[in-house]
């Protein structure tokens, strides 16, 4: 079966923190997409990154970063030094090199308090 | 490039009417997608275009459901007899490749009363 999981609903920090947003995916196919979206509250996605399967190289992005580990099957999202403007859904989602389709997971509320 | 624009961006009904919403893709983007998000979950994936040919449905999209891109620009998505389990946000996004990154459209929520 291929499913992402975000087993955190909703996360608050205060601003400043530091924050980790968990994604664990689950898929048969060795060639894969996996992707962070974030959809503040005016609805609309915003794409933040993609990765392929063969590609487990972290990145890092001014204030995010991501881990991914195959051998976990986890793409972690790290936002250091939060702010308010973060404030979003934030999605984790897998794509096959086979398929059309992404497959997202129920995505993880986060809120950045003053 | 102006973005994938939806249309509209609200549409309340009642139930039984028949619904019809755009999506315009960037314009280089030759794949299409139609995804629907409930209250508090991920996009759910419906329907999938490469140019003018629907290449892919879910089991979501029931009977009632249909969708084109007559031309292989805009799509359109109708819900024929509209259920109040219609109601969601219907999102349209676009890509140049498989796996690559979908842009998505700001959605056109439905509210079927």
């Known amino acids: 079966a291929q499913k992402v999981t975000q087993a955190q609903t909703e996360i608050s920090v205060v601003e400043k923190e530091d924050v980790t947003l968990d994604c664990v995916y689950e898929t048969r196919d060795t060639t894969y997409y996996l992707f962070w979206y974030k959809q503040p509250p005016s609805g609309e996605l915003v794409f933040l990154i993609r990765?392929?399967?063969?590609?487990?190289q972290n990145e890092i992005s001014g204030r995010y970063s991501w881990n991914f580990q195959k051998s976990t099957s986890s793409f972690n999202f790290t936002i250091t030094a939060s702010q308010v403007v973060d404030s979003a859904v934030y999605f984790c989602?897998?794509?096959?090199?086979?398929?059309?389709?992404?497959?997202f997971g129920s995505g993880t509320r986060l809120s950045i308090r003053p | 490039d102006t973005g994938v624009s939806q249309d509209p961006r609200h549409k309340i009904t009642k139930r039984g009417q028949n619904v019809t919403f755009r999506c315009d893709p960037i314009s280089e983007h030759n794949r299409l997608y139609w995804y629907r998000q409930t209250l508090g979950q991920g996009p759910e994936f419906l329907t999938y275009f490469q140019n003018e040919a629907q290449l892919e449905k879910s089991r979501l999209l029931s009977d009632r459901f249909s969708a084109e891109r007559p031309k292989g620009s805009f799509s359109t998505l109708e819900i024929q007899r509209t259920e109040q389990g219609d109601s969601a946000m219907y999102l349209c996004?676009?890509?140049?490749?498989?796996?690559?990154?979908?842009?998505f459209g700001a959605g056109t929520r439905l509210s079927v009363l």
């Open positions: 990765r392929n399967s063969f590609d487990e």
């Open positions: 989602a897998l794509s096959y090199s086979s398929a059309s389709k992404i497959i």
């Open positions: 996004a676009s890509s140049l490749a498989l796996g690559e990154y979908q842009y």
